[in-house]
């Protein structure tokens, strides 16, 4: 099957969506697609090459398409056109996005004129836009009348696209409440890549250390555990991540100092795909502290929830709806109150005085994270991708 994956990011990208969105694209290639990935071109110079970007050995059905650099005024428009002219005119079999509004202007399209449109949704737009100045640092607000174009977005993709994919059960159940049941729409969640000669190890000699991978934004949770620290005397942090400029590090890192764990705690900053794994095989224990938001609660599919449970470490995660539906409290991980530093403080605390449940729970979850690989997910996909060509 020939796939033109759209997505309106510079590439290769330090972000999870830029890891999350090659890894797709890299799978449906190894399972025998041939697939191609617009995107728009890296900003550092000289240009990155994506796959040791990405630590990768290279697919040959893979081939990225990267669109001339251009002014920030007019580069959103320009990446639509280029879209919208290429689905057109190269007549792939499927077009797969993560964009809602260019599956939304692809679906306007005459059907005789357009391929058929899946559509991967990261989460509702609306609900999404209302709370991303309390989730993200300086992020501005949505009006009303953004919200309702967003709505009346997300309703014609959900009720028109060939096929649907959300990452989390949750997500899918508020989508049918609000515009109805559809076929082929399928739950798939996110996945990671897995080593076939990967082994689960013993934990590192002490001292004890948490370890955290991710943004750094206020809903990702990283003060809750900040918090937590300061009830943990001895245990060492480490916070993998963040981006470059962003103003979230100096407060997180002003409020080490401010709870007295600033000698306890170090910040990698952002690090590359290898150098995560490395990290996460140091940890005695990997936190996933994510705060009770409505993003949380239903649409997060974290790529790092998948990398933890490869790394066969056990899991501190914080008791949401979307990570219930991978994580299992006292089996593969240890759930505790969003929010709450005391919380995931006791669930340390409790790690660490038994060692048995700490290995229990990390090799179930090392065992559990073959369930989770790329190429297993883009089997997945699959099914949806072949029955959105054969209902068109």
């Given at each position: 099957?020939?796939?033109?994956?759209?997505?309106?990011?510079?590439?290769?990208?330090?972000?999870?969506?830029?890891?999350?969105?090659?890894?797709?694209?890299?799978?449906?290639?190894?399972?025998?697609?041939?697939?191609?990935?617009?995107?728009?071109?890296?900003?550092?110079?000289?240009?990155?090459?994506?796959?040791?970007?990405?630590?990768?050995?290279?697919?040959?059905?893979?081939?990225?398409?990267?669109?001339?650099?251009?002014?920030?005024?007019?580069?959103?428009?320009?990446?639509?056109?280029?879209?919208?002219?290429?689905?057109?005119?190269?007549?792939?079999?499927?077009?797969?996005?993560?964009?809602?509004?260019?599956?939304?202007?692809?679906?306007?399209?005459?059907?005789?004129?357009?391929?058929?449109?899946?559509?991967?949704?990261?989460?509702?737009?609306?609900?999404?836009?209302?709370?991303?100045?309390?989730?993200?640092?300086?992020?501005?607000?949505?009006?009303?009348?953004?919200?309702?174009?967003?709505?009346?977005?997300?309703?014609?993709?959900?009720?028109?696209?060939?096929?649907?994919?959300?990452?989390?059960?949750?997500?899918?159940?508020?989508?049918?409440?609000?515009?109805?049941?559809?076929?082929?729409?399928?739950?798939?969640?996110?996945?990671?890549?897995?080593?076939?000669?990967?082994?689960?190890?013993?934990?590192?000699?002490?001292?004890?250390?948490?370890?955290?991978?991710?943004?750094?934004?206020?809903?990702?949770?990283?003060?809750?555990?900040?918090?937590?620290?300061?009830?943990?005397?001895?245990?060492?942090?480490?916070?993998?991540?963040?981006?470059?400029?962003?103003?979230?590090?100096?407060?997180?890192?002003?409020?080490?100092?401010?709870?007295?764990?600033?000698?306890?705690?170090?910040?990698?900053?952002?690090?590359?795909?290898?150098?995560?794994?490395?990290?996460?095989?140091?940890?005695?224990?990997?936190?996933?502290?994510?705060?009770?938001?409505?993003?949380?609660?239903?649409?997060?599919?974290?790529?790092?929830?998948?990398?933890?449970?490869?790394?066969?470490?056990?899991?501190?995660?914080?008791?949401?709806?979307?990570?219930?539906?991978?994580?299992?409290?006292?089996?593969?991980?240890?759930?505790v109150e969003p929010g709450s530093p005391t919380a995931l403080a006791a669930a340390v605390r409790?790690?660490?005085?038994?060692?048995?449940?700490?290995?229990?729970?990390?090799?179930?979850?090392?065992?559990?994270?073959?369930?989770?690989?790329?190429?297993?997910?883009?089997?997945?996909?699959?099914?949806?991708?072949?029955?959105?060509?054969?209902?068109?």
């Amino acid at each position: 099957m020939r796939i033109l994956y759209l997505a309106d990011i510079r590439f290769p990208l330090e972000r999870a969506n830029g890891l999350q969105t090659f890894e797709t694209c890299r799978a449906l290639a190894a399972c025998g697609h041939a697939v191609t990935l617009l995107v728009r071109a890296d900003t550092t110079r000289p240009a990155r090459d994506p796959w040791l970007f990405y630590g990768a050995p290279r697919e040959t059905g893979l081939t990225i398409a990267r669109l001339p650099p251009l002014p920030g005024a007019v580069r959103r428009g320009a990446y639509l056109a280029a879209a919208l002219g290429r689905a057109v005119s190269v007549s792939p079999d499927i077009v797969l996005t993560r964009d809602l509004l260019l599956a939304d202007m692809l679906l306007r399209l005459p059907k005789s004129l357009r391929p058929p449109i899946v559509y991967e949704s990261h989460g509702y737009a609306p609900a999404m836009a209302a709370e991303r100045p309390k989730a993200i640092t300086g992020a501005p607000g949505a009006s009303w009348r953004k919200l309702l174009r967003l709505t009346a977005r997300e309703s014609r993709v959900w009720r028109t696209a060939a096929g649907y994919i959300t990452l989390t059960r949750v997500h899918q159940q508020e989508l049918e409440d609000r515009f109805g049941v559809r076929s082929n729409a399928a739950v798939i969640p996110d996945g990671v890549r897995l080593d076939p000669a990967r082994m689960w190890r013993q934990p590192p000699p002490p001292p004890f250390t948490v370890t955290y991978a991710g943004h750094l934004y206020p809903w990702k949770g990283v003060d809750v555990l900040l918090h937590a620290l300061a009830e943990l005397p001895g245990v060492q942090a480490r916070i993998v991540g963040g981006q470059p400029g962003e103003t979230d590090h100096g407060r997180l890192d002003g409020l080490a100092r401010d709870k007295g764990v600033s000698d306890r705690v170090t910040f990698t900053g952002w690090l590359p795909p290898a150098s995560v794994i490395a990290e996460l095989a140091r940890a005695h224990a990997l936190i996933l502290p994510n705060t009770p938001t409505h993003t949380s609660e239903r649409y997060t599919s974290p790529l790092k929830l998948f990398e933890y449970l490869a790394a066969g470490r056990p899991i501190v995660a914080s008791d949401l709806a979307a990570l219930r539906e991978v994580l299992r409290h006292g089996d593969n991980a240890l759930l505790v109150e969003p929010g709450s530093p005391t919380a995931l403080a006791a669930a340390v605390r409790r790690l660490m005085g038994d060692q048995p449940l700490a290995a229990g729970l990390a090799r179930r979850a090392f065992d559990e994270a073959v369930h989770y690989g790329w190429e297993t997910r883009a089997g997945r996909i699959d099914v949806v991708l072949e029955a959105a060509r054969a209902r068109t």
